[in-house]
DNA sequence: GCAATAGTGTCTTTCAGACACTATATC
DNA sequence: GATATAGTGTCTGAAAGACACTATTGC
């Protein structure tokens, strides 16, 4: 131990950015610190590594701790290890990434007082540089405490990255589901519309989703029909 | 500081791939390791994070003093976090790439004895889940330190993924090259040959190349165009 | 002129965008 | 049958693959 003790330790800890898409927008779970540094402003949850915990353990752990959840997509993001970052000290944190449904991710909000899902603002698509601004409720631009703007911002543009070519979008929807609904999350997150015959056509050249025969129930109108992940290799790690 | 201290703390280092093109094959640069823990088995460059320095400083600061040179395209890769990958305490590895052109990787080959240039065997192109394996001058295999074979697939993994859209591939050509080098190195990265005509199209089609009216000397045969890449924004670092 | 590669013209194929059309559910 | 959206057929245009052809340099 004693070449590891030479060296002063910064802390580690991990944050999530914990993702879904509502209808209108892209969201994020965030809480209100009730403590200083920051105290009032809002933050992503996260905790300290344990010294006996992995990474990837340590994200699970507090998405089960602080959120509740369980089974949502998770993969590392980032890794912020500005010495200023925490006016505490030197605290190094990796951030995680956290896809739900939206209705999961609504009832996580009702868990503790001091959560809140924020409405992402998107940086206008291909536009480099913009920092993501977080909207309450009231539409109101709320305060991001430490420098969790940039892991919003990074977080957006990973998954902007990755709609493409993973199967990202389906951890955002429920187990079944219309290919508008998988429509939507696209826009969503990309923030511009798409052609409807050209996207389920790609879709289902994938050869990722499966026509169950169900279909959607109280639309009014036609309803469409509900298609799901075929299962298959789990959803692949790698950035 | 007090609750920072209520937990024990990991010591983080950072890890640089040190990659480059030469005629045939992806290399990176590696250490023999001198001391326990896998004394004489081969490991990445690395350090431990001073207490007042950034990730992207620590990655500098390392670039400079392992392999002495300076501007290389350096970028964060992933964060390799298992409680028992070094058996001498709890050690969190920030891992970044850093892509040089090949004449200049080499020449840092001899800046210390302990240094090799091994060549990456690329697993095979789409398959997922190989491990790559790194041979020496003779061709046999490096026995490596560490997660390192799993911090080298995930750098070959990213380059991979950042080909298409990122100016990657000409952070390892020197600053004029021709459209046949430029290939080979796609060519390298992704295993594959590429159609000659679509290749020259697409790049010429970004925008990013400038010609420079210079040709390549002593080639025996009709020599090509020398480009070069416009300057322009700096590379997205983005991964 | 010969060798060898640079660089291009063009045909084909593939795939995305656009748009209109048909189909089918609720009411 | 009216309405509103699901779902499709088809034209067009952009870009990649394939392949052959011309161009240019050193010797």
Do not use: C
Not at 7 to 17: A, E, G, I, N, Y
Not at 23 to 45: E, H, I, N
Request: glycine share 6%.
């Amino acid at each position: 131990m004693t070449e590891l003790d030479k060296f002063p330790k910064p802390s580690v800890t991990v944050d999530l950015v914990l993702m879904s898409v509502s209808d209108a927008s892209l969201t994020a779970l965030l809480q209100k610190r009730t403590s200083s540094p920051f105290k009032g402003r809002w933050a992503l949850p996260g905790g300290f590594v344990q010294i006996d915990e992995s990474l990837d353990q340590a994200a699970e752990r507090i998405l089960a701790d602080k959120a509740r959840m369980e089974g949502a997509w998770i993969e590392q993001l980032y890794t912020f290890g500005s010495p200023r970052r925490d006016p505490r000290g030197r605290v190094i944190t990796v951030a995680y990434f956290a896809l739900l449904p939206h209705h999961q991710l609504a009832q996580a909000r009702h868990k503790a007082v001091d959560l809140t899902i924020a409405k992402l603002d998107i940086p206008w698509p291909g536009e480099e540089g913009d920092p993501v601004t977080a909207h309450g409720d009231n539409a109101k631009p709320l305060s991001l405490a430490f420098d969790h703007a940039d892991v919003l911002t990074m977080a957006i543009k990973r998954l902007r990255g990755k709609l493409d070519y993973s199967k990202v979008a389906f951890a955002l929807l429920p187990d079944r589901f219309t290919l508008r609904q998988l429509q939507h999350v696209h826009e969503t997150i990309l923030g511009q519309s798409l052609n409807k015959p050209a996207f389920r056509r790609r879709m289902l050249d994938t050869g990722w989703l499966e026509a169950t025969g169900q279909r959607e129930t109280g639309t009014g109108f036609r309803p469409a029909e509900l298609f799901r992940l075929k299962p298959g290799k789990t959803p692949d790690t790698a950035p």
